[in-house]
């Protein structure tokens, strides 16, 4: 089991960027795919990007449409979330998980993420 630290929220006005970071500890981290999910007050959690424990297979949530980019560094156990033309629905507490299983070169279910961390406040307001 992995520990994930998340970072990099904030405000940012609509259509600006922020960039999230997972950093993750434990054994063997990179055999783990890394998810981000999101959930807005009176909203269930949905995921947002995930990435394979390689880097090489991503998957995206619909409504992202190309504006979120899930990249990971595994020399330095962490995976970022670059999050571009925000919007206010993007407003959300953002987390990462790591998958139960080992998924070095695949992505799994959005169901089967767990070990959350304690999430980052995203908001988009003007």
């Known amino acids: 089991q992995l520990h994930l630290v998340e970072s990099g929220g904030g405000l940012v006005q609509p259509g600006g960027s922020l960039r999230l970071s997972c950093a993750a500890s434990?054994?063997?981290?990179?055999?783990?795919?890394i998810g981000w999910f999101r959930q807005a007050p009176g909203k269930e959690r949905e995921g947002v990007a995930c990435i394979s424990g390689t880097g090489s297979i991503t998957n995206y949530g619909d409504f992202v449409q190309g504006r979120f980019t899930i990249s990971r560094d595994n020399a330095k156990n962490t995976v970022y979330l670059q999050m571009n033309s925000l919007k206010s629905e993007d407003t959300a507490t953002y987390y990462c998980a790591h998958s139960r299983t080992y998924y070095p070169l695949a992505v799994p279910p959005w169901t089967n993420f767990g070990s959350w961390g304690r999430g980052t406040q995203v908001t988009v307001s003007s």
């Open positions: 434990g054994f063997a981290t990179e055999n783990y795919a």
